[in-house]
């Protein structure tokens, strides 16, 4: 069964700072796409960022980067110029072998303080 | 607005009761998924469907069940309602699968509280 794990609960970050979201997964597949979705107060999950494993360069949106580490099985997202509107659950999230399911981590909550 | 629409946003109910939740996909889109999101479980699939078809099912129980209409939208039945069954059911759409990078919009939830 695939695993996805974030390791950080709960984080927080000053306006205009960055920080880094963790997540690992577990996978023998070895062309795939990862997911990160942010959850807001409003409940609604929208796509951040995806990452294609074939590609060797990080996704990058706007102030969102991914740094994509295959070997290590990691999947970090960034977020740059941190604005309060950032506040959010963030979840990393990978496709079945089928692609009709998401596994999603836990979540790591972020907020950000002005 | 992701274009999923879900209805009802609130629903509280009693134990032993039994709900329908609805969902009408993006236009276009053929794929429909059903998602649960606890505070103990986080978010688990529960099933798909494409175009009318069960695709795929994960963790849901027995008492609930779904289908997806000519029309593609979709109804999630949930019976016998039980109180660890309170949580934020979502709904998500998709044009392709996420093998192929497909993005899933999700609906905003609706919200079942059971008493």
């Known amino acids: 069964a695939q695993t996805v794990t974030q390791s950080q609960p709960e984080m927080s970050v000053q306006e205009a700072e960055t920080v880094t979201l963790s997540c690992t997964y577990d996978t023998s597949e070895n062309n795939y796409y990862l997911f990160w979705y942010k959850q807001p107060p409003s409940r609604q999950m929208i796509l951040v960022i995806r990452?294609?494993?074939?590609?060797?360069q990080n996704a990058t949106e706007n102030r969102f980067s991914v740094n994509f580490q295959k070997a290590a099985k990691s999947f970090s997202l960034k977020i740059s110029d941190s604005q309060l509107g950032d506040t959010a659950m963030y979840f990393c999230?990978?496709?079945?072998?089928?692609?009709?399911?998401?596994?999603f981590g836990g979540g790591t909550r972020l907020m950000v303080k002005p | 607005d992701s274009g999923v629409t879900q209805t009802p946003k609130h629903l509280i109910t009693a134990t032993g009761q039994r709900v329908t939740l609805r969902c009408s996909p993006r236009s276009g889109d053929l794929s429909v998924y059903w998602y649960q999101q606890s505070l103990d479980q986080g978010l688990q699939f529960l099933i798909q469907y494409y175009n009318g078809e069960e695709r795929a099912k994960g963790n849901i129980l027995e008492r609930f069940s779904a289908q997806q209409f000519p029309d593609l939208h979709s109804e999630l039945n949930l019976s016998s309602l039980e109180l660890g069954d309170s949580a934020l059911y979502f709904c998500?759409?998709?044009?392709?699968?996420?093998?192929?990078?497909?993005?899933?919009?999700f609906g905003e939830g609706s919200r079942l509280t059971v008493l």
């Open positions: 999230a990978f496709p079945n072998n089928a692609g009709n399911m998401l596994t």
């Open positions: 998500a759409s998709s044009l392709t699968s996420g093998r192929a990078g497909g993005e899933l919009f």
């Open positions: 990452q294609e494993a074939y590609k060797q």
